[in-house]
C-alpha cells in the first residue's frame, strides 16, 4: 500500500503441498519452528495433517480442528495458521476475529496458492482493516535458486505473516 514500508520477502524452499492440502510437511515444520516456542499455543485452521504433526513433533501446544465459526478456545495464541480463501467469515471478519485471539506479538500465517497477484493485496488491505500488520512474505517454491547460476523458481505458494502489534494504541497496525 502507497506509503508502507516494503516488508521483507524470504524464499523457503519446500515441497508443494498435495492436492487439496494447505500445505507440506516440510512447510508445517518450517511454521511451527520459525514462528513459534515451546509451550507457544498454535491454533490451526490449516486443511490436511501436515501441521498437526508438525505442532506434535515440536512439543507445542494447539487447538486442532478444521476451520470453523466455532471452538477456537479461549486462551490467545501465538500462531494461527489458515488457508485461504475462507468458507465461512468474511476476510475483515475473520481477521478480527484472529486478532481477538493473538497475544500481543502474535502472527497469522495466511498460505495462497501462487498465481493470482491480486489476492494477496486483497488479503493484507483485510488484515490492515482489522488492526493487524503485514510482517513478511515468505514465498515456497521447490527449487531453491542457486548462487552462481540463474534459475527460475518453481513457487507454489505464498504465505503472508501479519501479526498484532506489541504495542496496542487505537489504530492498526503496521
Known amino acids: 500500500m502507497p506509503g508502507d514500508p516494503p516488508v521483507p520477502i524470504t524464499v523457503w524452499p519446500v515441497p508443494a503441498p498435495h492436492e487439496g492440502e494447505a500445505m507440506s510437511n516440510a512447510m508445517g515444520v518450517r511454521l511451527v519452528h520459525n514462528l513459534t516456542h515451546p509451550s507457544d499455543l498454535i491454533i490451526d485452521l490449516a486443511e490436511g495433517p501436515q501441521l498437526a504433526r508438525a505442532i506434535i513433533a515440536a512439543h507445542r501446544r494447539s487447538h486442532l480442528q478444521a476451520a470453523r465459526a466455532v471452538g477456537w478456545g479461549r486462551e490467545s495464541a501465538t500462531l494461527i495458521v489458515t488457508g485461504w480463501p475462507l468458507a465461512e467469515a468474511s476476510p475483515i471478519d475473520f481477521f478480527l ?8 506479538g502474535g502472527c497469522v500465517a495466511v498460505l ?4 493470482d497477484i491480486a489476492l494477496p493485496v486483497d488479503v493484507v488491505i483485510a488484515a490492515k ?8 512474505h515468505i514465498v515456497a517454491a521447490d527449487r531453491p535458486p542457486r548462487p552462481g547460476q540463474q534459475a527460475q523458481l518453481a513457487i507454489h505458494t505464498d ?4 501479526t498484532r502489534s ?9
Open 112 to 115: 495462497l496458492a501462487h498465481g
Open 97 to 104: 476475529r484472529c486478532r481477538a485471539h493473538l497475544v500481543p
Open 166 to 174: 506489541a504495542i496496542e494504541g487505537g489504530r492498526a497496525d503496521g
Open 159 to 162: 504465505v503472508l505473516i501479519l
Open 129 to 136: 482493516r482489522a488492526g493487524l500488520a503485514y510482517l513478511q
